[in-house]
């Protein structure tokens, strides 16, 4: 077998409380108390940059996501009700914003980062990360106080499922395209159109988060509609 290769410890600025990674590793997002920094390990040395500004999450762990083809992360801003869209391959010129105006918790991403989602206290939210559009998808989604993911998305980008502080459980389809043409002229209640969702009502979930990384990858709608008898 082949050797293993030594850890390589990377300082970054604060103190880190929480990583997410590309697939291939080659690129990160570290969440240091409000401090973000994008790391690119593709080469023998890593390289560490800090994006510009304060980013305070909901939690001091924050709410933090990566493409995985690591060419956008993301950051939830909790106080802004901000968005923050970081190019990873020039991290330290200034990030752009989706603003919602609401409170924002966790956050996910499509594999080539065109798009995210988010949950605040009163709404998901999808991102268009080109453009920066936001539009609310109308489903339960209170998150008030909430410190677990609580949204997550398919691999292949047409599921994202949802919880919130209740027990609901939203699994829904949608057309990427939305985040491909970035076509502005599209209402809200068209944009919505676009959007297939199932609720389901679970009762108090108060992990619900732990659902979404496994039903992310392996929801299908329909069999959630059958098992639920609709």
């Known amino acids: 077998s082949g050797s293993k290769q030594p850890a390589i ?8 409380r929480s990583v997410k990674t590309s697939a291939t590793g080659d690129t990160a997002v570290v969440y240091s108390d409000g401090v973000v920094s994008i790391i690119d390990a593709s080469g023998t040395t890593p390289i560490v940059r800090e ?17 995985a083809d690591g060419t956008k992360a993301f950051v ?7 968005v923050t869209i970081i190019d990873t391959a020039n991290p330290e010129q200034d990030p752009v914003y989706a603003s919602t105006g609401d409170y924002l918790h966790s956050v996910a ?7 995210a989602f ?37 691999a292949n980008g047409g599921r994202v ?7 609901n459980f939203t699994a829904f389809t949608i057309d990427t395209g939305i985040f491909e043409d970035g076509d502005t002229e599209l209402s809200e209640a068209e944009r919505e159109a676009l ?11 108060p992990l619900a988060g732990s659902f979404i990384s496994a039903y992310a990858l392996f929801v299908d709608v329909g069999e959630l509609s059958e098992a639920a008898g609709r």
């Open 109 to 115: 991403t499509l594999q080539n980062g065109a798009g």
């Open 9 to 16: 410890k990377v300082p970054v600025k604060a103190l880190p």
């Open 161 to 167: 499922v949802a919880a919130d502080n209740f027990g």
């Open 51 to 67: 994006v510009p500004g304060n980013h305070y999450s909901y939690s001091s762990d924050g709410f933090i996501a990566i493409s």
């Open 195 to 205: 959007f297939t969702a199932l609720t389901l009502g679970f009762g108090w979930i």
């Open 76 to 82: 939830t801003e909790h106080g802004t009700g901000r």
């Open 118 to 154: 988010t949950v605040g206290h009163n709404a998901l939210y999808a991102i268009d990360s080109v453009t920066t559009d936001v539009f609310n998808i109308a489903i339960p989604a209170n998150n008030n106080a909430s410190d677990y993911q609580r949204v997550g998305v398919s």
